[in-house]
């Protein structure tokens, strides 16, 4: 199911087929070192993370993480989408990509039409955001896309600190 597109992605609902992609992705060296081994290592491990997170995502709360596909030719270049997780109070925005899809600007403009559709089709106000503090690329695109840095936080389960940045909805920010 076909979520949003943009001038030349298309983000839709993940499927059981993108076990090979995710496998791929989660392994990244970027994925391993910003975001942690999710213990993903063979395709059959990607199917279950595929239906226990996405999935399962979606029938909870109508929404999750996407893939997104280049637009001429359905190449699934990365994940982007919004994840309603316990240890969070709001909503936040995730997204990965293979790394060879770097400094296209694909990031952004998922990222970006992910925001418009969780404002406009979920109406979710507070969207928020985390990320290693190290993670510098991250930061700048969750900076690009409107976010502030809101603090460090620590997750459960976690052994190191979180940046969290917020993002309001337009009628709730100050000037």
Do not use: Q
Not at 24 to 31: A, R, T, V, W
Not at 78 to 106: N, P, Q
Request: hydrophobic letters at 45%; proline letters at 3%.
């Amino acid at each position: 199911m076909i979520v949003c597109s943009t001038e030349r992605l298309v983000l839709r609902h993940m499927t059981e087929g993108d076990a090979a992609f995710i496998l791929e992705l989660l392994n990244e060296p970027s994925f391993l070192k910003y975001i942690g081994d999710r213990g993903v290592h063979t395709r059959d491990d990607a199917r279950a993370y595929i239906v226990k997170g996405a999935l399962a995502m979606y029938e909870r709360h109508g929404f999750g993480l996407y893939t997104v596909e280049l637009k001429h030719d359905a190449t699934p270049i990365g994940i982007c989408g919004l994840l309603k997780r316990d240890s969070l109070e709001d909503v936040d925005i995730g997204f990965a990509f293979l790394a060879r899809f770097w400094s296209e600007g694909y990031a952004f403009e998922a990222a970006a039409a992910t925001m418009i559709h969780g404002r406009e089709a979920l109406r979710i106000g507070t969207i928020v955001a985390i990320t290693s503090p190290e993670n510098e690329a991250s930061i700048k695109l969750l900076k690009k896309l409107g976010f502030k840095f809101d603090g460090l936080i620590r997750l459960p389960g976690e052994d190191a600190d979180t940046a969290l940045f917020r993002s309001s909805a337009p009628e709730e920010r100050t000037s």
